[in-house]
């Protein structure tokens, strides 16, 4: 099942829903730690985790994108802009287990978007896998199942506005 496009309060966005046999504390761990958060998002490394702090992606040429983070707290939700838009992870306890809600506030549709969006759908499937004490063999095939499906629901989305 892919994420749910909708229109909340005047922006279009995506939201995913993962219910977790782990504890927050261990899926905050995947998000805030650099040497986890590697594991899932090679480029991606945190350089100040607060409110105003920042993640550099590295582009893989010598030059980063500075990402600001727009909120923390602290194993509940990390928000960061990504580009022209702003994502959005929530973790909420329950139990031993967590629900993970991970929105992408969509200010910005371009042709990248849906590659984006497929794109989280694979890296919250990654951090399911390595939680679970698993591997992924083929993020490039998920990801090429999933992207055609972003491409169709974001076109149907954008129609209905």
């Not at 998002?41 to 993640?55: A, M, P, T, Y």
């Not at 004490?133 to 095939?141: F, K, L, S």
């Not at 090429?144 to 209905?160: G, I, M």
Request: charged share 25%.
């Amino acid at each position: 099942m892919i994420a749910n496009i909708a229109q909340k309060t005047g922006v279009l966005t995506a939201t995913y829903e993962r219910s977790l046999q782990h504890e927050p504390e261990s899926v905050w761990a995947y998000l805030t730690d650099n040497s986890k958060l590697k594991r899932w998002f090679l480029e991606l490394e945190i350089q100040d985790l607060k409110r105003g702090g920042e993640i550099r992606f590295d582009l893989g040429n010598g030059n980063h994108e500075r990402m600001k983070i727009t909120e923390v707290d602290h194993q509940k939700v990390l928000a960061f802009t990504w580009d022209k838009n702003v994502v959005r992870f929530e973790l909420t306890a329950d139990g031993k287990c967590c629900m993970l809600v991970f929105i992408a506030y969509l200010y910005e549709i371009t042709d990248h978007t849906p590659k984006d969006l497929a794109g989280w759908h694979v890296c919250l499937d990654v951090i399911e896998t390595l939680l679970d004490g698993r591997t992924m063999e083929d993020r490039t095939a998920i990801w090429q199942t999933y992207y055609p499906k972003y491409q169709q629901a974001l076109q149907k989305a954008v129609a209905d506005l």
